[in-house]
């Protein structure tokens, strides 16, 4: 991790924060600017919370490591988010591991601040509430999916979640681990699965790109499009 002191890039964020408004001058003053490279860890599950976070830009991943060593991945952060609520508001240790994906920033701002700040501020503790509420509805919505679905119909889902409908083509920047993870089942599945959809003509597969050679097709298999954060 390493710390950025760039005034006019600090004060960039600040103006794209959509909570900004919220936050008074003491928060606003103790922001600290954080660039994480991709696979650090910004936060550690049973780690005490010592910073709550801003996700500005980048990509983050947010997961539970399973006694067997598995581990379960719950979601992938693309934009603007906030990360600690949960354990800011309960005194509670970090639950999930978060980390990067890519190369990512971040505001930080120690917890006790951040504590004594939300605690008689309506309008923000109202912001958590809102996200809380959204983080466990798509949670919810994803576990289902998974748990009533084959894999080649998560996957055909987790396809049409990366694509722009200006091309054809995807990149999935995320492993063929991560992904298995994500949709709930094994790498070796998850490669029959691949197998399926070229098989049908739905999909051909280049390297790390998928050319969707039937974008009708793919989306009567998927049904429901997994929510990202």
């Not at 917890?111 to 996200?131: D, H, Q, T, W």
Request: hydrophobic share 40%; net charge neutral; proline share 2%.
């Amino acid at each position: 991790m390493r710390m950025i002191k760039h005034p006019q890039k600090i004060t960039a964020y600040l103006e794209r924060l959509e909570i900004s408004s919220m936050l008074d001058e003491t928060i606003i003053k103790s922001l600290e600017l954080c660039e994480y490279e991709r696979d650090e860890i910004v936060l550690n599950a049973d780690d005490p919370l010592e910073y709550y976070y801003f996700f500005l830009e980048g990509k983050l991943k947010v997961f539970q490591q399973q006694r067997n060593g598995r581990n379960l991945l719950i979601q992938f952060y693309t934009k603007f988010d906030t990360l600690g609520d949960v354990e800011l508001i309960e005194n509670l240790n970090v639950i999930c591991v978060v980390s990067a994906v890519e190369k990512s920033y971040l505001f930080r701002v120690e917890a006790s601040i951040m504590k004594r700040f939300v605690e008689n501020n309506i309008p923000y503790l109202k912001y958590i509430i809102r996200g809380l509420g959204k983080k466990l509805r798509y949670a919810n919505e994803n576990d289902a999916y998974n748990l009533m679905n084959p894999v080649k119909n998560r996957l055909a889902s987790y396809i049409l979640w990366h694509h722009d409908s200006a091309s054809n083509e995807v990149v999935l920047k995320e492993t063929l681990m991560e992904i298995s993870e994500f949709i709930g089942t094994t790498y070796r599945q998850l490669h029959r699965a691949f197998i399926q959809l070229e098989a049908s003509g739905i999909i051909e597969r280049k390297g790390k790109g998928i050319l969707i050679l039937d974008a009708e097709a793919l989306k009567n298999l998927a049904g429901q499009i997994y929510h990202m954060l």
